[in-house]
């Protein structure tokens, strides 16, 4: 379709990327399919994920409903230290400083109560509670720094540290838990537990205060007590690795970053990376990790830019452009998905221009103190608390580097291998007459509107008819092309040589079986003659399976013929005329 830069399909998803209008496609099909937008029905869990994967699936579900604002609080955070660059030291004693500063600062020094809403709604907590979660860990008379002000430790337990209070007896090792990011997540996760054992216990009139009750009541004093100084004490040894491997070698460090971000994105491996620089600008009050994949976006846009002046598709050319414009926003997915990693050398160029950059800008100590925009709107990331602008210089030249050996490293390197094909088009045979859609297999035909899918059964797919096959050969129901082959075979799109489209989707669901009982004659691509063998099927296997024979024969482009008639009744042998099309 126009529109659609491409289709992704992985682990039995399809991913269409279709650009920078995602906002308004998606309320678009949240109001047709009648569901809520941020997901009312609860999804089942895959078992079959993988830790890894499930991990990198919390972190990014949690992290992305909160990525807008806290990029925007960034960016006011960043204009303010713009401001305190140009206007002098005093500017930073105004209250027209105080106040953006407040604003900038918010979400980040009460990101375990924002953290807690987003992780609640991904662990099925009461949002409400996710909140209450994350603010008993931003309290102020808990933080270590309090209670050291208030009194002298009495006890210590070692590479945990010393403790000043205890919990019934308990030794309690306090935190300062303003800005952290994940013993919250840890803490909601085991929410999420406990309200499933309390709603089974909890008489149900009682479960609206009681169920909130256990849950905080039991996840606290567990957070408090051992899940935040042990996942404490593991991310501060995780950032102290990291920053360990930046002091040994900046630019190794700078240089391993660069060229995989792109690469991390691909696979959602970014996300992992983005609580432990959140880490270290509030431990350090800078961060070195993401500030070696700050050059990557504009490497990856440049690479795009030297194709699109290559790209002779005008269709394609125009996919290009917008695509260019977002990933100077710095969201690269468009560029990545719809171009530079189906060329290959492109996003593997890209990777080099990225590494480079990001070697020079690490080797040159160019951190980000804050959690800003993305792209363009980052730059001011770079600006020190203090107005000292040499952060945001060496990144722009940074910037500079990688963009300028991304593109034309691309523009020498990679030609437009469609160019070949740009001139080549198809004419549709010269229709005199109404033309004949044969059956493509031996059965008894039913109207379309007593199949029993809801898609087929109201024409949302096309006009045309169904058979209940009494055998599994299937053949060709007309002169044309193979467009469509699904991997597992279970449908296969024709385009006859008079351009008419037609749909041949063997039983009801059975794209389930995966291929199972299928066995292809064709290939996708390939020309055939009516009558010509396409598929053989296990029916038998296909009904002990649980899924339904019955094969809808439609006519997909409906709309752009004079009428589509169905012309046959009850039983009809493979090769017989099914549907007649009127140009």
């Not at 109560?113 to 979660?133: C, D, E, Q, R, W």
């Not at 390197?413 to 059956?439: C, H, Q, R, Y």
């Not at 109207?447 to 797919?461: I, M, P, V």
């Amino acid at each position: 379709m126009k529109g659609v830069v491409t289709v992704m399909h992985s682990a039995g998803q399809y991913q269409v990327v279709i650009g920078n209008h995602v906002p308004f496609v998606y309320a678009d099909v949240c109001e047709v399919a009648g569901i809520a937008q941020g997901g009312a029905a609860e999804e089942e869990e895959d078992t079959q994920q993988g830790i890894f994967n499930k991990l990198i699936d919390i972190i990014s579900g949690c992290f992305s409903p909160i990525l807008g604002p806290m990029c925007a609080a960034g960016i006011i955070k960043g204009v303010n230290a713009l401001l305190n660059f140009l206007l002098g030291a005093s500017y930073a004693t105004t209250g027209g400083y105080m106040m953006l500063n407040a604003i900038g600062d918010a979400v980040f020094y009460f990101m375990p109560v924002m953290l807690g809403y987003s992780a609640a709604k991904k662990f099925k907590v009461n949002p409400v509670t996710g909140m209450l979660i994350g603010a008993a860990l931003c309290y102020p008379t808990i933080q270590t720094d309090a209670l050291k002000a208030a009194g002298k430790a009495i006890g210590s337990l070692g590479i945990f540290g010393s403790y000043f209070k205890t919990f019934f007896g308990i030794p309690w090792i306090t935190g300062n838990y303003t800005s952290t990011v994940v013993p919250v997540l840890v803490v909601v996760a085991l929410a999420g537990k406990i309200q499933k054992w309390a709603k089974k216990v909890v008489p149900e009139m009682l479960q609206n205060f009681f169920v909130p009750f256990f849950v905080l009541l039991i996840s606290l004093p567990i957070g408090f007590l051992l899940i935040g100084p042990v996942v404490s004490l593991l991310t501060n040894l995780l950032s102290t690795g990291f920053s360990s491997l930046f002091k040994m070698s900046p630019v190794v460090g700078g240089a391993l970053v660069g060229f995989f971000w792109q690469i991390f994105v691909i696979f959602g491996l970014h996300w992992a990376l983005v609580p432990l620089a959140m880490i270290n600008i509030t431990t350090l009050g800078s961060d070195t990790i993401l500030a070696s994949s700050f050059v990557c976006s504009f490497a990856q846009t440049a690479a795009l830019f030297a194709m699109f002046l290559k790209i002779k598709d005008p269709d394609r050319k125009g996919l290009a452009l917008p695509a260019v414009v977002s990933g100077i926003c710095g969201v690269t997915e468009p560029s990545i998905y719809g171009f530079t990693l189906a060329e290959k050398k492109p996003f593997f160029i890209s990777c080099i221009g990225g590494a480079i950059g990001a070697a020079f800008t690490a080797a040159m100590n160019a951190p980000t103190y804050i959690m800003g925009g993305l792209g363009v709107f980052g730059i001011v990331n770079y600006i020190s608390p203090k107005g000292d602008p040499r952060g945001m210089y060496i990144q722009l030249i940074g910037i500079a580097i990688a963009m300028v050996i991304s593109f034309v490293l691309t523009f020498m390197l990679w030609s437009d291998k469609s160019e070949a094909n740009t001139a080549e088009t198809v004419t549709p045979k010269e229709v005199t007459g109404p033309e004949s859609i044969a059956a493509p297999v031996a059965g008894e035909v039913v109207a379309l509107k007593d199949l029993k899918d809801a898609a087929f059964a109201e024409g949302a797919l096309g006009s045309g008819l169904g058979i209940i096959p009494s055998d599994g050969h299937f053949y060709a129901p007309c002169d044309g092309t193979v467009t469509t082959l699904f991997p597992t075979l279970h449908a296969i799109g024709i385009t006859s040589d008079t351009g008419v489209e037609v749909l041949v989707h063997i039983g009801l669901d059975t794209v389930q079986m995966g291929g199972k009982g299928f066995k292809a004659h064709i290939q996708q691509g390939e020309h055939v003659k009516k009558g010509q063998p396409l598929v053989d099927v296990d029916l038998d296997l296909v009904k002990k399976s649980g899924y339904e024979t019955q094969t809808p024969v439609v006519i997909t482009n409906t709309r752009d013929l004079l009428d589509v008639l169905p012309v046959s009744e009850g039983k009809v042998t493979a090769g017989d005329e099914i549907i007649k099309i009127i140009h």
